[in-house]
């Protein structure tokens, strides 16, 4: 059999290169809709239409909505890496370096909304649902987007137990229970609203600021780190 002509072989490589810009270019079309409106508003069609295409070509590219949301969020999770890393290497005590992680990643959240709705929305799908939705490619980047943001996280508690400052039986747990936690208290500092009751069965609504949130989950995250 006949090897591919260098031609051919040039021709595969420039299909290819056309091929990831025009994901590129969706993927920042999405990010755009996303931050503008909103995920639940960002459609499909929008998408399309910013980018100069028809839906059908968005579909080439993309197994779907959920792998395009998916890939989408990746680009938040990059974004927020570099965030908490920049958190870490500014502060040499770990207790420091814990609440600047933290604050990093509230801070995150509240500048990009859309960012909190899209992780949100996949962490309601279960594994095996994911991947029937998604590529197994687009699955694993975005695992790797989400490994390396608690990565960081997790480093941070592990030099803690390693210094005697933290009692953290299983430091990869406690930063995944951080990370979830913490989405769904952003989504509390979104929302500005705390509900308590005044007597036995009557409620009452409060408020409550970004700034209280990003407080309480700064100590949350220092109690249980820390918690003998």
Same mark, same amino acid.
């Given at each position: ?8 072989? %040039? ?14 270019? +969706? @993927? ?6 996303? #931050? ?20 059908? +070509?968005?579909? /080439? ?6 792998? $395009? !949301?998916?890939?989408? @969020? ?6 927020? /890496? ?22 990093? !990643?509230? #801070?995150? %959240?509240? =500048?990009?909304?859309? !960012?909190? #709705? ?20 687009? $699955? ?7 490994? %390396?943001? @608690? ?18 039986? #299983? ?12 989405? %769904?208290?952003? =989504? ?28 309480? @989950? ?9 918690? /003998?």
């Amino acid at each position: 059999m006949s090897s591919p002509t260098p031609e051919t072989d %040039g021709r595969r490589s420039a299909a290819a290169v056309r091929r990831r810009a025009r994901e590129r270019e +969706i @993927l920042a079309a999405t990010r755009a809709l996303f #931050d503008e409106r909103g995920v639940r508003d960002a459609q499909i069609e929008d998408v399309a239409k910013a980018v100069g295409i028809n839906r059908a +070509i968005v579909y /080439r590219h993309f197994t779907g909505k959920e792998e $395009l !949301f998916a890939l989408t @969020l990746v680009g938040y999770l990059d974004e927020l /890496r570099e965030a908490l890393t920049r958190a870490t290497e500014a502060h040499e005590d770990v207790r420091e370096r814990l609440q600047a992680i933290v604050g990093a !990643f509230v #801070d995150y %959240g509240l =500048q990009y909304p859309a !960012f909190i #709705d899209c992780a949100q929305t996949l962490m309601r799908r279960s594994g095996p649902e994911l991947l029937d939705e998604m590529s197994e490619s687009a $699955l694993f980047r975005l695992g790797r987007g989400i490994s %390396g943001c @608690l990565a960081t996280l997790t480093a941070a508690l592990q030099a803690g137990v390693d210094s005697g400052e933290f009692t953290v039986a #299983d430091p990869t747990l406690l930063a995944n229970t951080l990370y979830a936690s913490g989405l %769904g208290a952003l =989504q509390l500092a979104r929302v500005g609203i705390l509900v308590t009751e005044v007597a036995p069965g009557i409620p009452t609504v409060g408020e409550i600021s970004p700034q209280q949130v990003k407080e309480y @989950l700064v100590a949350s995250a220092l109690a249980l780190a820390e918690k /003998r």
